[in-house]
């Protein structure tokens, strides 16, 4: 089973450049998520989406942008890559959004921005 | 709004030691509680659970209790592995939003 599948695992960026990571999930689920993960800070929530067309911000959205056309994939879009973006971005699912449902994480993506 | 706090680390314990992983948590009404495990190069994955007080979540040896008056979820096992070297992060779903609130990880090696 595939489960959640981000692309690439490591990317250095250039100040200024922008970028796409690649999130797709095979297991039908409604609610994906993204997060960055600083260290020694936890995850943070950067967008998140419930179905397909409908997304919405998290705790930290700036210099960044989502889409959702289908079930399957939750593209996250870096327009003007800065320093503080530096950082291991891990794409979420789960099937529903209640409260003690279980979410599947991606392997993550490292990205450094130079 | 909600909020986790778990135990510094790093932690180095010997194979075969107890191992408790302190977590604390603020959030209105009762949300569900999670620990979730990051073993070196992967994602996340889900240790164990608990969703309402007095439950206790298990799994590879690993427990949590749901502590309402405490407002904590510590984690423990018995006998620590090679294994079990990862980071483990406390979280929480609840209030009036579904998503994970995570607290910072704690970072766990076991030395042969």
């Known amino acids: 089973n595939a489960g959640v599948t981000q692309t690439p695992k490591f990317r250095i960026l250039k100040i200024g450049q922008s970028m796409t990571l690649q999130c797709a999930q095979d297991?039908?689920?409604?609610?994906m998520y993204w997060y960055r993960q600083d260290p020694g800070m936890g995850l943070k929530l950067i967008y998140y989406?419930?179905?397909?067309?409908?997304?919405d911000k998290g705790e930290v959205p700036n210099g960044y942008n989502v889409s959702r056309s289908t079930t399957e994939y939750f593209p996250l879009r870096l327009e003007l890559a800065a320093p503080s973006q530096t950082s291991v971005y891990f794409c979420?699912?789960?099937?529903?959004?209640?409260?003690?449902?279980?979410?599947?994480f991606g392997q993550g993506t490292r990205l450094t921005v130079v | 709004g909600n909020s986790v706090t778990q135990m510094e680390g790093p932690v180095t314990l010997s194979e075969e030691a107890f191992l408790t992983i302190n977590c604390t948590y603020t959030?209105?009404?009762?949300?569900?509680l999670f620990w979730y495990v990051q073993y070196p190069g992967e994602g996340l994955q889900l240790l164990l659970k608990?969703?309402?007080?007095?439950d206790k979540g298990s799994n590879k040896g690993f427990e949590a209790t749901y502590r309402k008056e405490t407002t904590s979820f510590h984690l423990e096992k018995g006998s620590v592995q090679v294994s079990d070297s990862a980071v483990y992060f406390c979280?929480?779903?609840?209030?009036?939003?579904?998503?994970?609130?995570f607290g910072k990880g704690t970072l766990l090696t076991v030395n042969p």
């Open positions: 979280a929480l779903s609840g209030g009036s939003n579904y998503k994970l609130t």
């Open positions: 979420a699912s789960s099937y529903t959004g209640q409260m003690n449902t279980e979410a599947f």
């Open positions: 989406s419930v179905g397909a067309g409908i997304t």
């Open positions: 608990a969703t309402k007080a007095d």
């Open positions: 297991m039908n689920h409604n609610y």
């Open positions: 959030a209105t009404g009762y949300p569900s």
